[in-house]
């Protein structure tokens, strides 16, 4: 498995960039940003754009991926979206990892006063947010006219430099299908809420449900299959050896953490080098 990170958006541009640095000097697969106009209990204090976080960490950095966890249509419109996601790709020379989701009802949603959806309304515009974002990414020019998204003439010149992986954010038997159906990438953050006493078994097994039902799907053999921490995280670093082989074990292509905090939150700190020497991850 591949070892990747999220570096949340409290951080001032300048410190992402080296937060990004030194998360590549680690040897981490991607360095992901939260795509959220403000997130939970960090509501009250900074919080800065996901993609201008990314493109500070694209100049400071050469090799690592960014990119985003996930973006999602809660105030985003694809045509700008996507000229956002391409001139991003361009400015870090084709390292852009695009992680998308169908959004909750929580800050965002309501944010710009759209009304509130039902769970099945938000996958369907999801679905047409997600199709027309790629058609977006992958040709020079665009003219669709959905029932909720309309291109025309939209104009992405020069386009990524090499394409823009997609990978979908999924639990339930819709979506999952549809990550399987785009043949790129699914995250999962694990079935049922972590919870602060849990340990690792507790880990392991809210991870294997869900994969196990992903994997049976029609397409979901060539889709990269990531694993997503949450912020509070605790079970999976008391024995993250054994955590990290049984997700490997289970077909998980890569394991990703929130890179260690000030606040003690995320990866503990004195775990880090632990987890970079784990058997089961590859970093470089």
Partial sequence: MDL?????NDLHPHAFAETARA?????????FSYDHLSWRDL??????AAVPLLAAAATATERVRLGTLVASPNYRHPVTFAAEVMTLDQ???GRVELGVGAGTSAHDASVLGVPSLTPRERQDRFEEWTLLLRTLL???????????????????????VTGVPLTVAAAGPRGMRFAA???????????????PDDGVQE??????????????LEGAGGVRKVALLGLDERGAYADWPRFATALAEAGYDEVCVHW?????????????????????LTTG
């Fill in 138 to 160: 992958s040709q020079r020019v665009t003219d669709v006219r959905g029932e909720r998204y309309t291109a025309h003439d939209a104009r992405n010149v020069p386009g990524p």
């Fill in 260 to 280: 260690p905090r000030p606040d003690g939150r995320g990866l503990p700190s004195g775990a880090l080098a632990g987890v970079l020497a784990t058997p089961a």
């Fill in 181 to 195: 159906r785009l043949g790129q990438g699914w995250v999962t953050y694990g079935e049922g809420e972590a919870r």
């Fill in 91 to 93: 400015l870090s020379g």
């Fill in 23 to 31: 998360a590549e000097d680690a040897g981490v697969r991607t360095v």
């Fill in 43 to 48: 509501r009250e204090g900074p919080w800065y």
């Fill in 203 to 216: 880990a392991v097994t809210r991870f294997t449900a869900p994969i196990g039902r992903f994997a049976a």
């Fill in 4 to 8: 990747s990170c999220v570096v949340l």
